[in-house]
């Protein structure tokens, strides 16, 4: 009788390693690391941290902490090693060699995360594409990587289907992803345009991931957007109307989270989604202020948007989390136009924000007192849609009113 022998995945164990010129900064972003690769199903068997000017063009790692590295893989019986920075194909190709063991970067490893959590036919196109565009300068390295562990991390997405290993194909199939998104990009255009028609403004929530975007889009709007107190817990950008104070409407836009190192294949495949932060018209960065490493987060965030071309926009930075706080050390952000302190999960100061939207609205608005005559009282709707009204009295010679609404609209008026 023929024996059955069950085959159990094993769960990758991985060694987080790093090159710095700061210890401290190094640290903080293998933290990071750890839950990236926690994030992407791992588990962090050890860490290894080289202080040096720069990585080594050709190994990551200096010779002496790359056999220190194989004794460590030994000794802690690990699957692989993940490095924090985007490995040359000369880097991945040597360290293999070296070690024989699986070898992983931060970018493959975001971008498995994004594999895993793209739910919409744009988010799986653009996530394809970067893996794509990433595994095509890396053909010669990464073929022992992909086939020493079933269902690890790297192996999501178009990693099943083999494709690494026929540059044609994967050629091909970026050819086609390119006219899929091109197509995709003209219908959000389409519907950027629809909105600039109706005069309806544009917040985009911005900031680092797991700040806090989607609690917040959801305590103000009730979008139902996954919320979890993980990296990327969502992807797919989400757009849903508040009604302000004076029954005015502005649209609520969230945008995928900024991490340091956002590696490049990403920024340029969600363009087109990041690109909804340049045409609003105010930013609301939400910051966790809880975290120790807000400052460098900011940072990374306005970074990120420079290098979108996104400048010039009225920015408010949002410090959320504040039922989490335990330092005293004041909360600043010298390039936003005005601060807020808030709590999404609690509801601490979103009345204020609400107002705060208001203030910010009126600054492009300029402010009427009119009487309307009782036939075209139909102009209230559009000024409630667009504007503010503060108030509105019924007199014999038609509707008086007190509002802010747009210039375009004021002449009309």
Do not use: W
Request: aromatic share 4%; net charge negative; glycine share 8%.
């Amino acid at each position: 009788m023929a024996e059955f022998i069950e085959m159990k995945e094993r769960k990758e164990r991985v060694i987080l390693v790093g090159v710095t010129e700061e210890e401290a900064e190094g640290e903080a972003s293998l933290d990071e690391l750890a839950e990236l690769v926690k994030t992407a199903g791992a588990d962090v068997a050890g860490r290894l941290l080289q202080k040096r000017e720069q990585a080594h063009p050709g190994t990551y790692l200096g010779t002496g902490k790359v056999e220190e590295l194989a004794e460590l893989i030994d000794a802690y019986d690990a699957t692989g090693i993940v490095c924090d920075d985007e490995l040359s194909p000369a880097q991945l190709k040597n360290l293999e060699e070296a070690l024989e063991t699986k070898v992983m970067d931060r970018t493959l490893v975001i971008l498995d995360i994004f594999a895993a959590r793209a739910t919409t036919s744009e988010g799986k196109l653009q996530v394809e594409l970067a893996q794509l565009k990433y595994r095509l300068s890396r053909l010669t390295g990464l073929g022992r990587s992909m086939s020493r562990l079933g269902g690890g991390i790297g192996t999501r997405g178009p990693g099943e289907k083999k494709l690494e290993s026929d540059r044609r194909l994967i050629r091909d199939r970026i050819a086609q992803l390119n006219r899929e998104l091109k197509e995709v990009r003209q219908h959000r255009e389409i519907t950027r345009a629809k909105r600039e028609k109706q005069h309806i403004p544009v917040a985009a929530l911005v900031g680092y991931t797991n700040a806090g975007k989607s609690t917040l889009l959801n305590r103000l709007t009730g979008a139902g957007v996954l919320e979890e107190d993980k990296l990327f817990a969502t992807l797919d950008p989400t757009t849903r109307i508040l009604e302000l104070p004076g029954r005015q409407e502005i649209l609520l836009t969230d945008t995928v989270g900024f991490i340091r190192k956002l590696p490049h294949h990403l920024i340029e495949a969600f363009k087109s989604t990041l690109e909804e932060a340049k045409y609003a018209d105010i930013i609301l960065h939400v910051v966790d202020a809880s975290n120790p490493q807000r400052e460098m987060q900011m940072r990374t965030v306005y970074d990120t948007l420079r290098d979108l071309g996104i400048q010039g926009k009225t920015i408010a930075a949002l410090f959320n989390k504040q039922d989490l706080v335990t330092d005293a050390e004041p909360l600043r952000d010298f390039t936003a136009d005005r601060t807020l302190e808030i709590s999404a999960a609690d509801g601490t100061g979103l009345p204020a924000l609400r107002e705060l939207l208001c203030d910010l609205l009126r600054e492009h608005k300029i402010y009427v007192e009119r009487t309307i005559a009782y036939g075209d009282a139909g102009i209230l709707q559009r000024i409630r849609r667009q504007g503010e009204l503060l108030s509105e009295e019924y007199r014999p010679e038609g509707i008086f009113i007190r509002a802010y609404v747009p210039a375009e609209l004021g002449g009309k008026l």
